[in-house]
């Protein structure tokens, strides 16, 4: 640490620690405290960061028709909605429905739709909605 806060290297790599300068002189428990602080917020992007990417590759094992029904299912349609949405049976819709669900580690359509969120998808569109 320079005596010179002004240096540009310095006064960067505190605004990456805190995303704010810590003014000098300190002491040691404000530099431990800024420290703990930073460490914290990096684990909980990391951990952020760690269950998108798990919600995406969940993601990824969907068919193309069981992301439109998720979709749909988020969006708050029913099955018959959604069939006729699709232009396929109420009975389809169930089959793809609970694969969805299997798939995406899901047991409510409250817990998919969390899902769904952390993976950032976006329910099927209002006009979609209507029947």
Excluded at 34 to 52: G, I, N
Excluded at 78 to 99: D, F, W
Aim: glycine residues 6%.
């Amino acid at each position: 640490m320079s005596q010179d806060s002004g240096h540009p290297s310095k006064r960067r790599s505190w605004v990456i620690l805190e995303r704010r300068y810590l003014p000098k002189p300190f002491d040691d428990e404000n530099l431990l405290s800024a420290v703990k602080r930073a460490l914290e917020r990096s684990s909980e992007q990391w951990l952020q960061h760690s269950q998108r990417k798990e919600m995406r590759d969940r993601l990824a094992t969907l068919t193309p028709r069981e992301f439109e029904v998720l979709k749909c299912v988020i969006a708050g349609m029913l099955n018959k909605q959604i069939a006729s949405q699709l232009g396929t049976t109420e009975g389809t819709i169930k089959v793809h429905r609970g694969r969805v669900m299997e798939k995406m580690g899901a047991t409510s359509v409250a817990e998919l739709v969390i899902l769904a969120q952390k993976a950032g998808i976006a329910p099927a569109s209002a006009d979609a909605t209507k029947v």
